[in-house]
């Protein structure tokens, strides 16, 4: 591995200075919980979708406003983690994620309960908010504890949970619906918070200690997030996430009706594309963590995954715009964009929390709050530009991916090697309110 040879670059890959990182089966248990919390924000938003139909039908609302559940929860997801990761920078991560747990259970409850449209909107933009807690305290955790190679290995777990959970929650979601109604769908979210509440509080212990928080309060916390959002390497890291994170999202939104309308597949080979392109992503992460832990730069294998996904894009684009629409040829593509995608998370991640790293709860907060934002405003671009044709989810896809080219190249500079892990390092620029 070539070492990057600036300042800035050296103390962008510091080791983690809280002690020593928990080895054998604490280390498994933390990440296993550790990725529970990522999984369960991404199950809540699309695991009821198969039941949109019945809910509107069962609340007498429109299809319009069904839909503005899950924008609802989308927002809560991009303002609970803005908030509370920068709060946990001042405050500690342990009580901050026992409270989002507890707050995920009560209103999925709520939710479950609710009697109108409007309180379920109010209720999921709730849990969406306490929802974010796990995901973006989640890698500040990470972060604390864990440093050198392996953390990359870690993030690529989670990153891996990222990207698959929502490719399978409508299909658990379908098969709560087929025995129940989808108010059952949100019981079974609040007993799955009930669970990981219960493993937060036996197996997560406070990974950052008072010595170690930032001072001056809340002002400090989110100041921190400023000096961030003001770094343009940061940010250009950022930007990679989020703008792979649109095309994922076209992707989500856009498959089904590509595939079992225009090339008439039935829901069930549906279901295995969509399964087959999930393990696309898990063996570009499975590869991103082989590769990581043999040396290779995380810069190098960002750049490849960008550049994979962006090749399956472009291939989409002009097999549509030449050959016409074939079932082949458009599941060929999307499961190289897939790999490719599956080989951005875990880099990108792993990156920006490393030049973050003296906030790391601010650094989370803004990877998984921009994530989300850019997900959320992408996937509805597929509907609006058309359905008689895959094109528009093709053309959306490429222009996020290119987006994150230059976004790469323009601000992140991989070749700069910023965010490397190194043995051995000088300590920490401190960030000061």
């Known amino acids: 591995m070539v070492a990057p040879s600036s300042s800035r ?25 550790l990725g529970a919390l990522t999984a369960v924000a991404p199950l809540a938003t699309d695991m009821y979708v198969p039941g949109f139909p019945a809910l509107g039908e069962a609340l007498g609302a429109s299809s319009s406003a069904v839909q503005l559940t899950m924008t609802a929860f989308l927002a809560g997801l991009v303002v609970g983690q803005l908030v509370i990761g920068p709060l946990s920078d001042g405050l500690g991560r342990r009580r901050l994620l026992t409270a989002g747990s507890a707050g995920f259970v009560l209103f999925s409850v709520a939710c479950a309960a609710a009697p109108g449209i409007a309180a379920l909107t109010g209720a999921r933009f709730l849990q969406g908010v306490a929802g974010a807690a796990g995901m973006v305290l989640a890698r500040a955790v990470l972060t604390d504890r864990f440093h050198g190679p392996e953390l990359p290995r870690f993030f690529a777990v989670l990153s891996q949970v990222i990207g698959v959970a929502p490719v399978t929650a409508p299909v658990l979601g379908g098969a709560v ?7 059952t769908v949100f019981a079974v979210l609040a007993v799955l918070g009930v669970l990981l509440l219960l493993a937060v509080v036996r197996a997560v212990p406070e990974s950052l200690p008072p010595e170690r928080r930032h001072g001056g309060g809340l002002g400090s916390s989110f100041r921190a997030m400023g000096t961030l959002l003001a770094d343009r390497i940061f940010m250009g890291y950022v930007l990679v996430v989020a703008l792979v994170s649109a095309a994922l999202f076209s992707y989500i939104s856009g498959s089904s009706f590509v595939f079992e309308n225009l090339h008439g597949v039935s829901s069930t080979t549906y279901s295995l594309i969509f399964a087959t392109n999930a393990v696309a992503m898990l063996a570009g992460g499975a590869a991103f963590a082989r590769l990581a832990g043999r040396g290779v730069r995380l810069n190098t294998l960002l750049s490849a995954g960008v550049g994979t ?3 399956g894009a472009l291939a989409q684009v002009l097999l549509v715009t030449t050959a016409g629409e074939t079932l082949a040829g458009t599941w060929a593509t999307l499961f190289v964009t897939a790999v490719g995608i599956g080989l951005v998370f875990p880099s990108a991640m792993s990156i920006g929390q490393a030049v973050g790293r003296t906030a790391p709860g601010a650094a989370s907060a803004l990877l998984g ?3 989300f934002l850019f997900g959320a405003l992408a ?14 989810m093709a ?12 976004a790469l190249v323009g601000l992140a500079r991989p070749w700069k090697g910023h965010g490397e892990p190194l043995a051995a390092v000088p300590a920490p620029r401190e960030v000061r309110g």
């Open 177 to 183: 619906l087929s025995l129940s109604t989808w108010r």
């Open 309 to 311: 996904a962006l090749l």
């Open 369 to 371: 709050g921009f994530q």
């Open 379 to 392: 996937a509805p671009l597929v509907g609006v530009f058309g359905e008689d044709s895959s094109l528009p």
């Open 9 to 33: 670059n050296r103390a962008d890959a510091v080791p983690d200075t809280a002690g020593p990182a928990p080895s054998g089966r604490a280390a498994t248990t933390l990440i296993a919980v």
């Open 395 to 406: 053309a959306v896809m490429l222009i996020a991916l290119v987006g994150a080219g230059l």
